[in-house]
């Protein structure tokens, strides 16, 4: 048994096998993180995954490289451009094949306080260096930490405009909620 702890893809066990081998520790194989869906993923040269996502139903993608910490949203050629299928799978097979960063553990599930909190310190970062409309795809590259669907999102949203509303305000037409990141004083 202890043996199956060291076999990185143990062989199928016997089918009379009363339990299941040990797994490998997880290193985004099979992971689904939760509010983002996991369209392909790519093995470096030492077993680390790349992870194409999106957290917008395919309309953008995300690279993340859960070997080391490389992250991308952009296409950058003469401007810069959300990712499209096609241009993500490019550049995560790209970096699969240079990256020599060894698997690092994924990311633990935040807990409601953690995940509120990471999320209030993202939008009050957006605070200083931009002032309008709130975008989802400015949280893209949180989405494998917060580990939230946008329904929560949102919901957290509504209650820190309530309870910051110097950083953040909610307007509600009849076409939904548009939430505003507020300017900081002094400009
Ligand atoms: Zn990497």
């Known amino acids: 048994m202890a043996l199956t702890l060291f076999s990185r893809r143990p062989a199928p066990a016997p089918a009379a096998a009363p339990v299941e081998p040990e797994p490998w520790f997880e290193t985004g194989e099979t992971w689904t993180p939760e509010g983002v869906t996991v369209v392909e993923r790519y093995w470096t040269q030492v077993h680390a ?8 139903q395919g309309y953008r993608h995300s690279v993340a490289c ?3 910490h490389y992250q991308e949203t952009q ?3 003469r401007y810069s451009s959300l990712l499209t299928l096609e241009q993500a799978a490019e550049l995560a097979n ?10 690092r553990e ?3 599930r935040p807990d409601e306080p ?3 909190e990471l999320l209030r310190a993202a939008v009050r970062g957006m605070r200083k260096r931009d002032y309008g409309a709130f975008c989802f795809s400015d949280l893209d590259t949180q989405r ?3 580990q939230r669907t946008n329904d929560w999102i949102v919901d957290e ?3 820190m405009a309530d309870e910051e509303p110097d950083v953040l305000k909610a307007s509600v037409s009849e076409y939904g909620t548009t939430f505003y990141i507020q300017e900081l004083p002094g400009r």
């Not at 995954?49 to 917008?56: E, G, H, R």
């Not at 790209?94 to 698997?103: E, F, G, K, L, T």
Request: charged fraction near 10%.
């Open 49 to 56: 995954v790349v992870l194409v996502y999106t957290a917008a």
């Open 66 to 68: 859960l070997g080391c």
């Open 75 to 77: 296409y950058k050629v």
């Open 94 to 103: 790209a970096h699969a094949a240079q990256c020599r960063a060894v698997p």
């Open 106 to 108: 994924i990311p633990a």
């Open 114 to 116: 953690a995940a509120r």
């Open 144 to 146: 494998l930490v917060l």
């Open 157 to 159: 949203l509504g209650r």
